[in-house]
């Protein structure tokens, strides 16, 4: 994330995911505050609108987390920011992000600690990628690692 901006820039990829739990690591570089990053899943991206749909789950520079459900690039907050000790902080640290979902249970953990566990029927199943968006750091950087993925029955 080049500029303090606020701007979420993601990435999706494939396969689509339907009941599953989604793993990756990710390596902090300079940061600060809601500077932000994370995953999407179940997520798609419709070429003739230009829009996006789907959950992102994210982790701020400053110890919280979040769930945004985005309809057509538009956002609204499942669970809203919450600070967590679990979640480590500052230039270096690497934080371990999962995201369990069975059918209409979405189950977020980091670090391999439960955070929260929530309800919502909006998206089936889709894609997945990754998120940065920086409110305060210039350069704001993470490096995504280790990504994997189980099909849960």
Known sequence: AFHPNGWNGWSLTYP??????????????NCSGLDRYGMLFRASYDSNTGSTSG???GLSCDGSYELVKISNNSFSDLIKWTKSDVILT????INRLGIMTKANTITLYVNGNKLQEITDNSYADGTFGFFIASE???NFSVKYDEVAY????
């Open 16 to 29: 689509k995911l339907y009941n599953s739990y989604l793993e990756t690591t990710a390596n902090l570089g």
């Open 55 to 57: 959950y992102m789950f």
């Open 90 to 93: 500052g230039q270096g640290q």
């Open 136 to 138: 305060n750091t210039q």
């Open 150 to 153: 189980w099909n849960v029955p």
